[in-house]
C-alpha cells in the first residue's frame, strides 16, 4: 500500500481560500467515507482538523471544510491566516494492509 | 483530560530491540482501538500499526511485519510496540494515537534512534 498522494506544497496570501488534494484509489479513498486530515505545525504534534471526509471536531475553526470526489479527497482553509501555516495530512481506511495510510503530507505558506 | 504519554525510545543499534510504551489517562482505554504513528525527522506522518479494542485485531504496516509486535493491557490502560531486529530506517518519533479512522488525542512522542 502506498502513501496517498499530496502536492508537495500549496501558498496563498491571507485571506485567500486555498485546496489541498489527496489522492488515493478504488480501494481507500475511493471506497471509504473514512478520510481524515491533521494540522501540523513545526516541533509539534499533529492535530486533527477533519474527519469522516467533510466533520470538523469541537473547537476547530470553520474555516477548515473537506470533501471528497471519487479517489480525490480535499481539505478547504478559507480566510487563509498567518497561523495556518503547517504541513497537513490525509490519512484513509484501506482495504488492504496496512489498514490505514497516510498522506505524503502538503506544506502550506502564507505568503 | 485525556493524556497519552509514551515512554522506552533511545537509541539502539541495527538489529536491536526496544520496547515503546504508552500510558494512557483521562478515558476508558478498553472502548478504542489504538495506533503507533510514527514521523522521521524532517519527513512524513507513516502509519506503523494499529490494536482493536480487546487486542484480537492487529493491523500492520508492511516494512514492520515479522519484526514489530503491538499489545495492549487494558487493566493498566497501556499500549506497547514491542520492536525487533531494528534497521536505520526505523529511526524515528514514534506516537500513540487514540482511535482507528481518526486520531484525536496523540502523545508526544518518543524518538527512536538506531545507529551503530
Known amino acids: 500500500q502506498s502513501a496517498l498522494t499530496q502536492p508537495a506544497s500549496v501558498s496563498g496570501s491571507p485571506g485567500q481560500s486555498i485546496t489541498i488534494s489527496c489522492t488515493g484509489t478504488?480501494?481507500?479513498?475511493?471506497?471509504?467515507?473514512?478520510v481524515s486530515w491533521y494540522q501540523q505545525h513545526p516541533g509539534k504534534v499533529p492535530k486533527l482538523v477533519i474527519y469522516?471526509?467533510?466533520i470538523r471536531p469541537s473547537g476547530v475553526s470553520n474555516r477548515f471544510s473537506g470533501s471528497k470526489s471519487g479517489n480525490t479527497a480535499s481539505l478547504t482553509i478559507s480566510g487563509l491566516q498567518a497561523e495556518d501555516e503547517a504541513d497537513y495530512y490525509c490519512?484513509?481506511?484501506?482495504?488492504?494492509?496496512?489498514?490505514?495510510?497516510f498522506g505524503t503530507g502538503t506544506k502550506v505558506t502564507v505568503l | 483530560e485525556v493524556q497519552l504519554v509514551e515512554s522506552g525510545g533511545g537509541l539502539v543499534q541495527p538489529g536491536g530491540s526496544l520496547r515503546l510504551s504508552c500510558a494512557a489517562s483521562?478515558?476508558?482505554?478498553?472502548?478504542?482501538?489504538m495506533t503507533w504513528v510514527r514521523q522521521a525527522p524532517g519527513k512524513g506522518l507513516e502509519w506503523v500499526a494499529g490494536?482493536?479494542?480487546?487486542?484480537?485485531?492487529?493491523s500492520f504496516v508492511d516494512s514492520v511485519k515479522g519484526r514489530f509486535t503491538i499489545s495492549r493491557d487494558n487493566a493498566k490502560s497501556s499500549l506497547y510496540l514491542q520492536m525487533n531486529s531494528l534497521r536505520a530506517d526505523d529511526t524515528a518519533f514514534y506516537y500513540c494515537?487514540?482511535?482507528?479512522?481518526?486520531?484525536?488525542?496523540w502523545g508526544q512522542g518518543t524518538l527512536v534512534t538506531v545507529s551503530s
Open positions: 494515537a487514540r482511535g482507528a479512522g481518526w486520531y484525536d488525542y
Open positions: 483521562g478515558f476508558i482505554f478498553s472502548n478504542y482501538w
Open positions: 490494536i482493536s479494542q480487546d487486542g484480537s485485531e492487529q
Open positions: 478504488s480501494s481507500d479513498v475511493g471506497a471509504y467515507d473514512y
Open positions: 469522516d471526509v467533510s
Open positions: 490519512n484513509s481506511y484501506t482495504s488492504s494492509s496496512p489498514r490505514y495510510v
